[in-house]
């Protein structure tokens, strides 16, 4: 009889610590599950981070081209302003010398004037 108890408290003792293993296992899985699954949302926030940086760098490149462009356009502009302002004194110049040939025609036309009408008063004296 004590040997039956024996082995039957030796079983039973087995089988309580086989449960708590088992126990132990299950919970070690579970956390394991856990785990596995906070390592994916962590993966996917990665991922969506990643993303998000692809992105904001795709837009500072966009806007580094955009404001490259614009200081050409603008250098273009600047450029082409200068030649309109030179032209621009260019005709200012041509049209003062056209104003002081007129005036010449003009000064020469009347001098022209005034020895037509001497010779003519000339012409009609005698």
Known sequence: VYNFCKQWYQRRVAITAGDDAIDKGDELEKE???????????????KELERRLKL?????DAQNTLRSELKKK????????????????????????MEQLVSLIDQRYEELEV?????MEDLNAL
Do not use: H, P
Not at 56 to 60: A, I, P, Q, S, V
Not at 115 to 119: C, K, L, P, V, W
């Open 32 to 46: 394991l599950n856990e785990m596995k699954e906070e390592l994916l949302k962590a993966e996917f926030e990665k």
């Open 56 to 60: 904001t760098e795709d837009e500072l």
């Open 115 to 119: 020895d037509y009408n001497e010779t």
């Open 74 to 97: 603008t250098i273009s502009l600047q450029v082409e302003d200068e030649r309109i302002k030179e032209d621009m004194k260019g005709q200012v110049q041509a049209i003062l010398e």
